[in-house]
């Protein structure tokens, strides 16, 4: 029998990564078989940026957050993550990717011109009929011309999960989540470009959305090995399909409550800082339960307040103001 608590939430990192490899076999239903296998490096950091990198250790999930990751990393489902802004939706996936060493997250942020194919791969057909016309008689490496997206990166054939963030799903066109059923419910997907010339190439080794290990793809197909830790986050801004939803593990992230807060400006900033910091925090609590306010907004109206302070510094009610206004209504 595996381990439940695969991801728990701490911020410390599994030293080793054995966690991950605890986990219970995947469901008949869920099993995939997917080569040749390639491989990543697992302790990558999180994202590129700097705060990608920073914020994850002293995230602070809680018991049902916990719970519904490891439901969805046993079950091998996708996790829908809904909440208002600011209470972590994202950082959820950098924190997982972080204490279980699943290398970089594959991060693929969805707007209104987002398509399926975008996400899966690119593909310069100009610059291979180019490369074509330089070199009479010799066939270009047509892997050299396709690129793996965020999504067509992590169903690649990986012997562990990759991470992948597809971040504020509800503002992509309403048949986008549709398009997603196919490939969370057999893991694979196919490029025509390669379909073409397999009887020539039967393997082609393709680039990864992150850069790494290129990616065999035989027969112009490609099938995940390890189903990927799939986080779907949403602002609540429009409802989705019953069939979509059916293939997803849910989870609503509410605002923190005052000890969680708490918790999280002290994870922050130290507990140097919080004996300062209490009253703004319960005025924030104040504010918030009739104003639209995010968690972030208290981080940076504590550290302006507390770290950053000195001569030449607004007056409190000032900065409180400024930093703590409604995240609603007009600009």
Known sequence: MGEFR??????????????????????????????????????????????????VAPYQPDEKTVRMVNVALHLRRPLLVTGDPGTGKSTLAYAVAHELMLGGVLRWPITSRSTLLSGLYTYDAVGRIEEASLRPGQEPDIGRFLRLGPLGTAFAPYELPRVLLIDEIDKGDIDLPNELLDIFEVG????????????RTPLVR?????????????????????????????????????????????????????????????????????????????????L????????????????LLHVAGGEGQPDRDELVKVVLRELSGPA
């Not at 008949?28 to 990198?53: H, I, K, Q, S």
């Not at 918030?288 to 208290?298: E, I, K, M, N, P």
Request: proline residues 8%; negative net charge.
């Open 206 to 286: 393709v680039r990864p959305a992150d850069d790494g290990e290129r990616v065999g793809v035989e027969g112009g197909r490609v099938r995940c090995r390890e189903f990927p830790f799939v986080v779907l986050t949403s602002n609540g801004e429009r409802e989705f399909p019953p069939a979509f939803l059916r293939r997803c593990v849910r989870l609503e992230l509410d605002a923190p409550d005052e000890p969680r807060l708490r918790a999280i400006v002290e994870a922050h900033l130290g507990p140097t800082t919080m004996a300062a910091a209490n009253a703004l925090i319960a005025e924030f609590m104040t």
């Open 188 to 199: 694979e997907y196919r490029i025509p470009e390669l379909e073409r010339v397999a009887d």
């Open 288 to 303: 918030r339960a009739t104003s639209a306010l995010a968690t972030d907004q208290v981080l940076n109206a504590a550290y």
């Open 6 to 55: 695969i991801y728990r939430g701490t911020g410390e990192v599994d030293t080793g990564g054995e966690r991950i490899l605890r986990r219970a076999g995947a469901p008949p239903w869920r099993e995939f078989d997917g080569g040749p296998v390639t491989g990543f490096e697992r302790d990558a950091p999180v994202g590129r940026r700097l705060p990608d990198r920073a914020r």
